[in-house]
């Protein structure tokens, strides 16, 4: 069985973009909500394959959402699972989720939302995940910190804060009074520091480790 193209509307401004979507096929009935609440956002469903699109992998738990999916390659990705626990939260980050929903909360709103966060680069991660993603009690979490020759410039950490709070590329860039490209050019220089995959994992490391 073949996955699913989305094609959402396009953003506010940008006509010219398409938002893609690839939904595996895995997932049951868990699938069948989630493309049910995207058909709700408005989102219009298109058999085929789409190189570079998002991709959307659902599941009763990460892992087997990411069950049949590539361990690398392929667009940003979005995961929705019934269970989340640490070790599963943790899975998913690896995989490279840059956002994560457990199937309770995907609401066509919630979707779109984290659909389109993915397409843009902005990652989106409930507190409750990013609860399970910091438990301690579960699993071996790696506690690395900054080596004290090399902390995070006041700048970056003030990007990161801004991150974890829920805001895009170009919030920050406003609230900072700069451009959204030097934005982006801090989120990498942190995001290499500090050896994270992607922005909630940044998030992620920061609360872990204090820096935020």
Known sequence: MSGLVLEAPPRSGRADVVLRVHLGPAGGAVRDAVAAGLRRAGVELAAGRCEGAVRVAVGRTPGAALDGWPASGGGPLVLVADTLTAAGVRLAVRAGAVA?????????????????????????????????????????????????????????????????????????????????????????????????????????????????
Do not use: F, W
């Not at 994560?100 to 609401?107: G, K």
């Not at 919630?110 to 990652?123: D, K, N, P, Q, S």
């Not at 982006?184 to 922005?199: E, F, G, W």
């Open 100 to 212: 994560i929903l457990q199937s309770a909360e995907a609401t066509p709103e919630r979707l779109l939302t984290a659909v389109h966060a993915a397409r843009y680069g902005e990652g989106r991660m409930s507190y409750d995940v990013l609860v399970r993603l910091l438990d301690r009690a579960d699993g071996e979490a790696e506690r690395r910190r900054p080596t004290p020759d090399s902390p995070l410039t006041a700048r970056q950490k003030t990007v990161l804060a801004l991150v974890a709070e829920g805001h895009g590329n170009a919030d920050i860039a406003r609230e900072l009074s700069c451009s959204q490209h030097t934005v982006k050019n801090v989120m990498y220089d942190l995001m290499t520091r500090l050896q994270v995959r992607n922005r909630a994992h940044a998030v992620a490391y920061g609360v872990r480790t204090g820096l935020i």
